[in-house]
Nanobody
């Protein structure tokens, strides 16, 4: 099994910045595709950003130019640098890892952006 632990969430004012981290441990055998999703109460979970095993990235249109996803394969860690935060960015952010077609999820970290 794979364990994912997110950190870095908190309360920030609109226009501010925040950096999320996700450390993966357990039965990880190689670099894997990883991503960040977010979910607000009563809404479905949505993809925010993803990064492939080779470093390719893709972003939700709503965060392009503001968020940057990166990874450190040696540490099995993925990051999400968030800038120019907006109230609509508020939600629980979840880390995701895909290995051999199986999805693994962290517990989530709450990001609240005040207006």
């Amino acid at each position: 099994q794979v364990r994912l632990v997110e950190s870095g969430g908190g309360l920030v004012q609109a226009g501010g910045s925040l950096r999320l981290s996700c450390a993966a441990s357990g039965s990880i055998f190689s670099a894997n595709a990883m991503g960040w999703y977010r979910q607000a109460p009563g809404k479905q979970r949505e993809l925010v950003a993803a990064i492939g095993s080779g470093g390719s990235t893709n972003y939700a249109d709503s965060v392009k130019g503001r968020f940057i996803i990166s990874r450190d394969n040696a540490k099995n860690t993925v990051y999400l640098q968030m800038s120019s935060l907006k109230p609509e960015d508020t939600g629980v952010y979840y880390c995701n890892l895909v290995q051999w077609g199986a999805d693994y999820w962290g517990k989530g970290t709450l990001v609240t952006v005040s207006s």
